[in-house]
């Protein structure tokens, strides 16, 4: 017995009487519209694989060819092992499609969003971040020990406000989401960058959400608005509607040079597998060559969220595929995703602090590859889940 497994147990326990704890389920089967979990079959509808790609045979057959001529490890960091060339091929592809002069991959998002932060602020900086930030970039934030002004959710004004008094900081910086991964909605972009530029800021957007999903060939949501030249720093990741893993920063040839010598989550990690990079490679080859893969995403989530809607539930006002269903209480979002599992659909209820305080929700994340009847299917045991727990009448 470990010597903190008292105090570890009671925080458990903690954790269990507010309906906080988390637990993993294994599922026995690939990332599909259909899973396997403890031998029965569930609908996803709570991936980040929008597209459907995770398991799609061109992606299989680009990892499996990269593992049969580079292996599988990336054998140390890219400064020390050398940098394989799947990864070169992804980053000039990457630059290409967010029109912008290069790229960098990481190893996940989260290692390049506290990678990218901490490498461009530092003490005697300022950090404009929004509010409902992912998690990753809060974590850049905190260990860049520049000092951090936090804006209310989407409010420029409140912004501007704080911009004003910051006039005496060595570098300012803005952070946001473009689409904030728990609501769905995006950032007010084009405020941001005419605010950033009166005010000498710089602006890094992350992308996670919006890279092969929004924008014109899924460039993302900087891309839709026309505004790329005006972001200096492009985060976004190869995990979600690319179905693969990593991540990547892009940007000016100066900023990926800069990350290359400063980032440390770049310098002190392993290189992405090149399967990995070989496979994101492939998503991009099947959204450029396919548009209607992303219309069938959002085709697929208006309907399920129109369905849902008719059915009684309140879904917070995305902008996205990410469809918010909005439940309250930490301990009602638990007992409706158990109402919904018992019935073969598998939503997982997202809870605080994920969310904030009063707003556990289900998130609902329909793909491309889910069939009509797969959605009606959910919305069947939606609604039955819901009147059995009085959420809807
Ligand atoms: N940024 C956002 C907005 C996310 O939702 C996520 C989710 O995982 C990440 C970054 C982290 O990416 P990764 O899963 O590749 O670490």
Not at 96 to 101: D, G, N, Q, S, Y
């Given at each position: 017995m470990g010597i903190l497994d008292d105090e570890f147990r009671a925080a458990l326990d903690a954790l269990g009487r507010d309906s906080l704890r988390r637990h993993l389920r294994e599922i026995g089967s690939a990332h599909a519209p259909r899973i396997e979990a403890d031998g029965r079959q569930f609908i996803m509808l709570s991936s980040n694989n929008y597209l459907g790609l995770a398991a799609h045979p061109a992606l299989k057959r680009a990892a499996a060819d990269a593992i049969d001529r580079y292996g599988v490890g990336a054998g140390a960091s890219r400064l020390i092992a050398g940098s394989l060339a799947p990864l070169h091929e992804l980053e000039a592809r990457i630059?290409?499609?967010?029109?912008?002069?290069?790229?960098?991959?990481?190893g996940s998002g989260y290692l390049a969003n506290i990678g990218a932060i901490t490498a461009v602020a530092g003490p005697g900086d300022v950090i404009f971040s929004d509010e409902l930030n992912h998690a990753s970039l809060i974590d850049g934030c905190r260990l860049s020990k520049a000092a951090i002004q936090i804006?209310?959710?989407?409010?420029?004004?409140?912004?501007?406000?704080?911009?004003?008094?910051?006039?005496?900081?060595?570098?300012?910086?803005?952070?946001?989401?473009?689409?904030?991964?728990?609501?769905?909605?995006?950032?007010?972009?084009?405020?941001?960058?005419?605010?950033?530029?009166?005010?000498?800021?710089?602006?890094?957007?992350?992308?996670?959400?919006?890279?092969?999903?929004?924008?014109?060939?899924?460039a993302g949501l900087a891309a839709k608005l026309g505004l790329e030249k005006e972001i200096d720093i492009h985060a976004g990741t190869l995990s979600k509607a690319l179905g693969a893993y990593g991540a990547y920063i892009a940007g000016s040839s100066p900023l990926v040079d800069f990350l290359i010598n400063r980032a440390r989550s770049f310098i002190f990690s392993t290189g992405l597998p090149p399967a990995m990079a070989a496979a994101a490679s492939a998503a991009l080859n099947l959204i450029e060559s396919d548009p209607t893969l992303i219309e069938r995403l959002w085709d697929n989530a208006e309907y399920l969220r129109g369905e849902l809607i008719a059915a009684g539930f309140t879904i917070a006002p995305t902008q996205t595929p990410i469809i918010p269903v909005m439940i309250g209480a930490s301990y009602a979002a638990i007992n409706m995703s158990a109402g919904l599992l018992e019935r073969g659909i598998y939503v997982i209820a997202i809870r605080p602090p994920t969310v904030p305080e009063g707003t556990a929700?289900?998130?609902?994340?329909?793909?491309?590859?889910?069939?009509?009847?797969?959605?009606?299917?959910?919305?069947?045991?939606?609604?039955?889940?819901?009147?059995?727990?009085?959420l809807i009448s």
């Open positions: 630059a290409r499609l967010k029109r912008v002069e290069a790229a960098l991959v990481f804006y209310r959710h989407r409010d420029v004004d409140h912004l501007a406000a704080l911009l004003r008094e910051s006039h005496d900081a060595r570098r300012r910086l803005i952070v946001t989401d473009s689409v904030f991964s728990m609501d769905g909605d995006c950032a007010p972009l084009a405020e941001i960058v005419d605010l950033a530029r009166r005010h000498r800021a710089a602006v890094m957007i992350d992308e996670a959400h919006a890279i092969g999903v929004v924008g014109p060939g899924g929700r289900l998130r609902v994340t329909p793909t491309a590859a889910h069939t009509r009847a797969d959605l009606d299917e959910a919305v069947m045991a939606f609604t039955a889940a819901g009147r059995g727990l009085g």
